[in-house]
């Protein structure tokens, strides 16, 4: 028996779909539902706005257990990826989504000074031991600052969604967040690995597609320049942006897809729709060479990137 359900979410529309008896399936979707719903709306928004609004003061803002811990993995891969991935980097991105709704790039002196406000050296997270409880906070050490989730919120759905069903003893289901983060768990209807059809970026519409990936107990991100973007005198500005440079990456790729085990080991454990999603960003912003670098640390990683003449590069 499958289930299935849509629902419009983060600006796209997901897709869940279980496979398991009647009842099993229903409550499944519903939680799935809910831990989206959740995701969105969730307390850790209004946690990083009092951080931006404390910004450069030096003052300490209280935030959850998951909330430090996402900081924290998200300071890892800004590291791994020499500032190419940057959850910090919301200065920017604002300017480059003003940008998008102008349909005109920002001046050089815009950029500089969005540049100035990024960077994860400046995001500071401790844990205090205070009468047996541990407090996590964190701060940011310039005024200004701004923090942006869009590059790992879907990976952190996809977690969630995962633990839940885990916990509800689901084995076959998939979660689609707008194809851009995907959690394929067992086999679909078939009893084959679930099949994602990987887009060209350079294509005509969705069905246009230049190979399929199997998932099996795994999750898959992409990082494309064809979502959002804008034509300027013949150039075209997409959302994704180098933050060492302060405009949208030009590393030649049109898209970027990283394939993890769902499960994870170490500090990744539980975390690999949140490493996914960080990753297709960095990747994309890195580049071919550097990208498989970053991801040569990460056992049983795939990559599939496609260039901008709408190629897949062979690995
Ligand atoms: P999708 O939106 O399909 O999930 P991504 O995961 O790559 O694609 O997220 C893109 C979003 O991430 C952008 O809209 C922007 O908000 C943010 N972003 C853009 N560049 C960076 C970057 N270098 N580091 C961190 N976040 C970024
Ligand atoms: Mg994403
Ligand atoms: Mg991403």
């Known amino acids: 028996m499958t289930a299935e359900d849509t629902k419009l979410m983060m600006g796209t529309v997901a897709h869940l779909t279980?496979?398991?008896?009647e009842i099993a399936s229903q409550a499944a979707l519903r939680d799935g539902l809910a831990v989206l719903t959740q995701t969105e709306r969730?307390?850790?928004?209004?946690?990083?706005?009092?951080?931006?609004?404390?910004?450069?003061?030096?003052?300490?803002?209280?935030?959850?257990p998951a909330l430090y811990e996402t900081l924290r993995l998200a300071q890892e891969v800004a590291h791994r990826s020499g500032g190419a991935f940057d959850v910090t980097a919301g200065a920017l991105t604002e300017l480059w989504e003003r940008a998008r709704a102008e349909?005109?790039?920002?001046?050089?002196?815009?950029?500089a000074a969005a540049?100035?406000?990024?960077?994860?050296?400046?995001?500071?997270?401790?844990?205090?031991?205070?009468?047996?409880?541990?407090?996590?906070?964190?701060?940011?050490?310039?005024a200004g600052m701004k923090m942006d989730r869009g590059a790992l919120i879907k990976g952190l759905a996809l977690d969630g969604i995962r633990s839940t069903w885990?916990?509800?003893?689901?084995?076959?289901?998939?979660?689609?967040l707008g194809t851009s983060s995907?959690?394929?768990?067992?086999?679909?209807?078939?009893?084959?690995?679930?099949?994602?059809?990987?887009?060209?970026?350079?294509?005509?519409?969705?069905?246009?597609?230049l190979t399929v990936v199997s998932l099996s107990n795994e999750v898959l991100s992409s990082s494309g320049d064809d979502e959002r973007f804008f034509l300027c005198e013949g150039r075209r500005y997409h959302h994704l942006i180098d933050p060492r440079t302060g405009n949208p990456a030009e590393r030649g790729l049109a898209s970027a897809t990283v394939v993890l085990p769902m499960e994870g080991a170490g500090e990744w454990q539980g975390h690999m729709g949140l490493l996914s999603d960080m990753l297709s960003t960095?990747?994309?912003?890195?580049?071919?060479?550097?990208?498989?670098?970053?991801?040569?640390?990460?056992?049983?990683a795939r990559l599939i990137l496609v260039g901008t003449d709408g190629q897949l590069i062979e690995e």
């Open 282 to 300: 960095a990747i994309f912003v890195l580049g071919a060479e550097e990208g498989r670098k970053l991801l040569a640390d990460f056992a049983g």
């Open 182 to 209: 995907i959690l394929g768990m067992g086999v679909n209807a078939e009893g084959a690995p679930w099949q994602i059809g990987i887009r060209n970026p350079r294509g005509e519409g969705r069905a246009d597609l």
């Open 42 to 64: 969730d307390a850790d928004g209004a946690t990083l706005a009092a951080m931006e609004a404390a910004a450069g003061t030096g003052a300490w803002t209280e935030v959850s």
């Open 18 to 21: 279980v496979r398991t008896d």
């Open 166 to 176: 885990q916990n509800e003893g689901i084995t076959n289901a998939l979660a689609d």
């Open 115 to 142: 540049r100035a406000r990024v960077g994860c050296a400046a995001l500071e997270l401790r844990a205090v031991e205070e009468g047996g409880q541990t407090r996590y906070e964190a701060r940011l050490m310039k």
């Open 103 to 111: 349909k005109l790039p920002p001046s050089a002196e815009e950029i």
